[in-house]
């Protein structure tokens, strides 16, 4: 957040609040809240904009080698409010605290139970290892964070939902601000004109499920993802 602060590229505007319906809207024009506690929120459209393009998103083969004997697990929406916890509570290099605060937390629960904020999770019998949460809007998916208490946890979450949202015909997961780590997962730079005028058909398009993604995801064995 400091960084961004000192290169303030994408930040639009400060104030409001974190309503279900603010954030819909806001979402809807490729804009999020990214802000720090004791700081105004935050509203941000960054250029260039970080994607993942579903059709053409690919593990790493060592990384898939692995999932082909393993035992865990994935599943959607189970565990919505835990995916976000424990990404709030995850070391990040070079950063202090969070930005997803109570407040943001609250907010994200409250966008998951009008069915519009989503969860894949990465379980090791009981136990989550991993996770991703984002909002989706008809046919896109904007992804907020992900985490790893296991190794290849938050990658394995990643490449599940980039392949349910390939087979759901959803083709862009927004990663928002690029770092090393995304890129070397195939995240792209696209100018924000380009960014916006994608998002601006499929949030028009229906969602392929509507409400909790739970039932149409089921359990899935991750070497279904090998």
Known sequence: MASALRRPDGLLAFGGDLSVTRLANAYRQGIFPWYSQGQPILWWSPDPRTVFETATFTLPRRFVRQLRRSD???????????VVAACASAPRPGQDGTWITDAMQAAYAALHRAGLAHSIEVFDGDRLVGGIYGVAIGRMFFGESMFSRASGGSKLALGALARQLHDWQMPLIDAQVGNP??????????PRPRFAEAIAALVEQPPPVAGAWTQAFGVQPAATFA
């Open 72 to 82: 865990w697990q994935v599943r959607a929406d189970t565990a919505f409010e835990a």
């Open 181 to 190: 780590h995304l890129e070397s997962l195939g995240a792209t730079q696209w």
